[in-house]
């Protein structure tokens, strides 16, 4: 158990499973309050597993489940976590799902889940949170800033997808819906950035390492040769939402082992 968040209360959206549980159990072990936060009664078990396993731990949390892409349900959960908690201090923006399809053949359905999870979630949960962090003003017994929101954007906010369109464009308009907080609040103390991570082992992208052929062929994507793993994504959260980065804000971080380094050039061009 670290110290670094000690004493706040954080968010963390679609936290069942993934990066979302990761991160919840780093920002757990830091110190904070941890709400785990997902998306529908079928998947309750599963962060009912991780709230067990931060409490085991001797960390401190709840459940609440929410779809982010409904306003009624962003503003019953944060109202949730205030009665429950007193305030918000860390909003993890995390919550994202894929709806993978050539783009000739994608269908509306599939392009309106994924902009109302990824980004329109994003939109709402921020709203909520940048809302409790003005209400509440500064709270120095516990960090530096006012408040803090960490966007989970993508490589694909850089990097385009040939057959993820949808997923793609969601991650580029988180850099401006980050970007844009980031200069609207930054006079309030409030600090918003994203973590851009690459391939990460996690349900999202299974097909991408399940099998050794799968997985060769990821690497040749990945100078560093590893497929990035929950636990190193929360480790940057953790440093995000802390003060040691009290002097970042609108950045985009990317952690992805290289991904973006192109490493296809390292032979051609
Ligand atoms: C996607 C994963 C993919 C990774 C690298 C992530 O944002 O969700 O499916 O493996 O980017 O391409």
């Not at 072990?29 to 001797?58: C, H, R, W």
């Amino acid at each position: 158990m670290s110290t670094e968040l000690q004493g706040q209360i954080a968010i963390i959206t679609g936290a069942s499973s993934g990066i979302g549980a990761g991160v919840a159990k780093s920002m757990a072990q830091a110190g904070a309050t941890v709400v785990i936060n997902y998306p529908s009664p079928s998947s309750q078990p599963a962060a009912d597993a991780v709230l067990k396993e931060i409490i085991d731990a001797g960390g401190k949390g709840m459940t609440a489940q929410c779809d982010v892409s409904k306003e009624d349900e962003v503003a019953r959960m944060f109202a949730d976590v205030v009665a429950a908690h007193g305030t918000v201090d860390i909003l993890v923006n995390n919550a994202g799902l894929q709806r993978d399809a050539k783009f000739h053949e994608m269908t509306l359905d599939q392009w309106n889940t994924v902009i109302g999870v990824n980004l329109t979630g994003q939109f709402l949960c921020a709203r909520e949170a940048i809302r409790e962090f003005l209400r509440r003003g500064p709270r120095p017994e516990v960090s530096v800033a006012t408040g803090k929101i960490i966007c989970m954007s993508s490589v694909h906010e850089l990097i385009p997808w040939a057959g993820h369109a949808n997923y793609a464009s969601s991650k580029g308009a988180i850099k401006m819906l980050m970007q844009s907080l980031a200069q609207e609040y930054g006079d309030r103390q409030i600090r918003v950035n994203s973590i851009c991570p690459g391939a990460i082992q996690t349900p999202i992208n299974k097909p991408a390492w399940e099998t050794p052929q799968a997985l060769n062929s990821l690497m040749t994507l990945i100078p560093y040769n590893r497929i990035g793993q929950p636990q190193d994504i929360g480790n940057l959260a953790v440093f995000l939402a802390s003060d040691k980065s009290d002097y970042i804000t609108g950045a985009s971080i990317f952690i992805d082992g290289g991904m973006t380094v192109f490493e296809g050039f390292a032979t051609g061009g």
